[in-house]
């Protein structure tokens, strides 16, 4: 496995691993889970050179981290361990954003302890808190680096403003945020503002939550309550217009002899050696796969061919709905 460099000189493998569908987000969000088989595909990762890993204490809550936690351990130093705070959640359920200090402060012990961890590589905000100052929240965590808790810090889903000024307190390692062929909007002012100021960047979702895999022909494909079945870009009225796109990664895919996932992950390999996609995944036949894109380079003109058809702007539809899209961006 490759390895690429984050900011601040994080050096990680080439490709992550998206935990997130391993356990802890309900079966209607990526099927039903299996936690031997998470476990089983994290360490085959590890065995193929995968050092960097996807967490978040929402995610469950807690139970992701968990399972992470329980994969890791005994396992060969070197791995990167990133996990996210921000949110509020009790037992009724998620109650928003909080990215104040003292909620900080409170998830990153919680994440050490389940992680089984003394130190997190990279914690991330994950989403931007309005009702709190970036300069207080990366305060917070600067103060956790100094305590030998936290080495990197990261945010997700911010937008420019906000970068600038958390960039002035302390310098970020990474933000997170969806980029893929059908998602480009961050290359018009977020990604060239990450390289002004040496930040590393993080797509999640790079194949658009699956669908850049050429496995879903058909809204039909989805099982009763899938929660992509809301999902703008999956609407009746969008998706036989996606669904060009895939046909060309299709194709690219089919003179390689390699899977389409492999060729959207590919594309954005070669976008920068600053950008390290975390497919998410909770088998190892998707994570080998989805691994191996490391070993591909496309061509100028298989380039060429997958900007053309997924040129920026002109994927349909939004790429959350209004609620969530209300939290990109700030």
Sequence with gaps: MKHRILGKGLEVSALGIGCMPMAGVG????????????????????????????????Y??????????EAIKGRPDGLVIATKFGFKFDESGFRGTDSSPENVRRACEGCLTRLGIDTIDLFYQHRVDPDVPIEETVGAV?????????????????????????????PI??????????EREIEEEILPLCR???????????????????????REDLPEGDYRLGDPRYSEENFAKNMEMVEVVKTIAEAHGVSPAQIAL??????????????????????????????????????????????????????YREPMMKMVRL
């Excluded at 002004?196 to 960047?201: H, N, T, Y």
């Design 196 to 218: 002004e100021l040496a930040i590393g960047f993080v797509p999640y979702s790079p194949l658009g939550r699956g669908f850049l895999t050429g496995q879903i022909a058909s």
């Design 60 to 69: 469950g809550p807690h139970r992701n981290e968990e399972l992470l936690g």
């Design 266 to 319: 590919a594309w954005l390999l070669a976008q920068g050696e600053d950008i390290v996609p975390i497919p998410g995944t909770k088998r190892r036949a998707t994570m080998e796969d989805s691994m191996a894109a490391a070993n591909i380079a496309l061509g100028a003109d298989d380039l060429a061919k997958l900007d053309a058809a997924a040129a920026m702007g002109s994927t349909a539809g939004t790429r």
């Design 27 to 58: 079966k209607d969000m990526y099927g039903e889970t299996d936690d031997r088989e998470s476990i089983a595909t994290i360490h085959r990762a590890i065995e193929l050179g995968v050092t960097f890993f996807d967490t978040a204490e929402v």
């Design 173 to 182: 390692t990474a933000l997170q945020s969806e980029y893929s062929l059908w």
């Design 142 to 170: 600067a103060q956790l680096i100094q305590e030998g808790k936290v080495r990197h810090i990261g945010l997700s889903e911010a937008g420019p403003e906000t970068i600038r000024k958390a960039a002035a307190v302390h």
